[in-house]
Each structure stands twice: as C-alpha cells, then as structure tokens.
C-alpha cells in the first residue's frame, strides 16, 4: 500500500536530487525535513489506528506542503516546462497514483534511511522495553524505528548516532550475562 504522502515524498525526492544535480542549492533543513516526515510516514504505517501517528502524519504532510512549495520555486528557475513536469507528478501522487518505487533493497533499514542523516541498526536476541530504547533516543537526539521487538534502526548526525549507539552497548552487556 502506497499512500499519497509517501508518493508526494518520494516525489520531492527526485526533484531535490535533480535540481541538484543541476547546481541548484536547496536550503539547509530541507533534507533533515524529508527524513523526519519519511520517518513519520513509515511509523504511521505499521499502526495507522494510533493516534499520536495520525497526528503525526498529518503535521509530516503539512510539511511536505512547505517543502513543495519551496522546492517547485527553485525548479521554476528551470524554466516552465520544468516546473510543470513535476507539477503533474506531484498532482498524480495526490490522486493516489503511484508515480514511483521505493528502491527494492535486501537490507530494510537502507529504504527508509532518511537523506542528509546517518543510519545504524541494532539486533538483539530478546526484545528490548521500548521505552528505554525511546528514552535514549529522546535524550540524544535521533530519530528511532521499530523494525520488530528485536530490531532498531537510529537515524541522526554521524556524531549523535556514535553516542547513541555507545550508550546502547549496555543492552547488549545484558543480554550476554542473561
């Protein structure tokens, strides 16, 4: 199932990769924004009935909404038929229509790696109280998702993800005595 939000991110992120390709500078924010809302989009999917992820969602379109206004204001600087060009996708992905793929990849936690942030991933043999995992990350400043009870993918600065990552070492020190 691919929801409109997720068509307009995916949308958006061609259209910033092309533009920058073409020498255009997309503003600073930009590509941490995309990484928060893809990262609120995949949480609102796994559970669409929890309400602080409905909220979410709809605040993560809002700001899809500013970000396509700023990015199809630089691609205007292209020239109309450009700007016009994805205009018509972004229209075709607020219909429903899928206009891309998310990259088929064996390793889950690439896909939803959000762009500008850095990604690591922890495994672990028996399930973690989620709300210490939440906690750290709150404290530190990264962004977290669920794969499963054993599996956490953590997104943030390279520097953040190191202290995150080093002060969940304890998990695994726990587990080993268990």
Do not use: C
């Not at 500013?66 to 691609?75: D, E, F, K």
Request: glycine share 8%; no cysteine; hydrophobic share 40%.
């Amino acid at each position: 199932m691919s929801l409109p939000s997720e068509q307009t991110w995916l949308v958006l992120h061609h259209l910033i990769s092309d533009l920058t390709k073409k020498g255009y500078e997309i503003p600073s924010g930009i590509n941490s924004e995309m990484g928060l809302i893809r990262s609120a989009v995949s949480s609102y999917k796994r559970d669409p009935s929890h309400p602080d992820l409905i909220n979410g969602l709809a605040q993560a379109e809002m700001s899809l909404s500013n970000i396509q206004g700023i990015v199809l204001s630089i691609a205007e600087e292209e020239g109309d038929e450009y700007a016009d060009y994805w205009l018509d996708l972004f229209k075709q992905a607020m219909k429903g229509e899928e206009v891309f793929e998310f990259s088929k990849s064996r390793s889950k936690f690439l896909v939803n790696a959000p762009p500008g942030l850095t990604t690591g991933r922890i495994t672990l043999k028996d399930a973690l109280a989620e709300e210490r995992v939440q906690e750290i990350a709150e404290w530190i400043g990264l962004i977290i998702e669920f794969d499963d009870d054993n599996t956490i993918q953590l997104h943030g600065d390279k520097p953040d993800l190191k202290a995150g990552l080093k002060e969940m070492g304890s998990f695994f020190l726990e587990q080993q005595g268990d």
